[in-house]
């Protein structure tokens, strides 16, 4: 099947639908609330097909009625434990109208100079990439972030957590976010509050950022503890320690993306 709803993806089969989708899938079946997509299959990106199911696509984009959808890599080759790929490929945010532009645009960026570079220096064989595609609802989000579930730095395990106002954390690179430290047994250790000058807001063209100066934490004590609960049962339903971005809209965590800590 060369479209399917996320939630029907098969979570072992990496080299069709790429690694960040069946990852999805899986923590779907875990029961977590992950963003509502479909996953097209990595064979569109090498036999320049895409128009044969171009139509369903802009179809499911379109029901979202005029709400942007995200467009996101998914590489057999990304998010794994012994080469990430962490930023190489791309992912954009358009109006439906716009959705097969952006898939095109991510497979595109299987042949930058950026992923053959990463793949000679680790000894991978570009010809073996094979990049699916995800579809997804944009959450409209309060606030968001990542957290890892082990200290990315030091040698402990406590569970540290990053918060940003608004939507897009990743795009966020002048903010200093809201910094907390949670024990395995989810006892809040730490936290460093930030001045944000700016959040980054939805609008029927995308993202667009607004000026806010927001000076109090942008998640609650037991929202933050709750988001390490959940990380926490990630990696134990994935088996490694995880990398994971999440999101909260009234008071509901979304799981966007998950993979292994890596340095």
Sequence with gaps: ??????????????EQYGGKATTLAR???EGYTVPDGIAVEAQFSHNGHLHRIGDRVEEWARSRGSTPVIVRSSANIEDGAANSFAGLFESFIVPP???LDAVERCYSFIDSTRVTTYSQTFGIDPETIRLGVIVQEVVDADACGVCFTTHPVRDDDTVVIEAAAGIGYSE?????PDRFVVSQDGELVTKDVSVQQYTTALTEDGLIDR???IERQ???DSTVVRIAEQCLGIEKALSYQADIEWAVRDGTVFILQARPITT
């Excluded at 099947?1 to 990496?14: F, H, K, R, T």
């Excluded at 966020?172 to 200093?176: G, I």
């Design 1 to 14: 099947m060369s479209l399917v709803s996320l939630a029907d993806v098969n979570p072992n089969a990496v």
């Design 27 to 29: 923590l779907i079946q």
């Design 97 to 99: 109208d716009d959705v």
């Design 172 to 176: 966020q690179d002048d903010v200093t």
């Design 211 to 213: 000026e806010s100066a």
């Design 218 to 220: 942008v998640v609650t």
